[in-house]
């Protein structure tokens, strides 16, 4: 199994800047795709970024390009999503997803989630 710690979430008001980490950690497991999702009250979870290891590529939702960018360390164990010029629309627990393979088979995990929210 592979644990993730999510970091950085606050309350923000409208126009700052927030980044979050999310760092996994476990034995004998590779990631190949590391992403942000967020769940706003009464609405489905929703993909934010992500970011795939094979080649780095990044996907962002139309809502959030060219004021969100996610990132990994050089280790690649953890990811971090840079959010600026936040807006009261993207409040939200944002959640990390990792998905890869260990020594037992496929993973696909989830952190616990971290609470974004941006006062107008």
């Known amino acids: 199994q592979v644990h993730l710690v999510e970091s950085g979430g606050g309350l923000v008001q409208a126009g700052g800047s927030l980044r979050l980490s999310c760092e996994a950690s476990g034995t004998m497991f590779t990631i190949n795709y590391m992403g942000w999702y967020r769940q706003a009250p009464g609405k489905q979870r929703e993909s934010v970024a992500g970011i795939t290891s094979s080649d780095g590529n990044t996907n962002y939702a139309d809502s959030v390009k060219g004021r969100f960018s996610i990132s990994r360390d050089n280790d690649k164990s953890t990811v971090h999503l840079q959010m600026n010029n936040l807006k009261p629309e993207d409040t939200a627990v944002y959640y990390c997803?990792?998905?890869?393979?260990?020594?037992?088979?496929?993973?696909?995990?989830w952190g616990q989630g971290t609470q974004v929210t941006v006062s107008s």
């Open positions: 997803n990792v998905k890869g393979t260990t020594g037992w088979g496929p993973y696909d995990d």
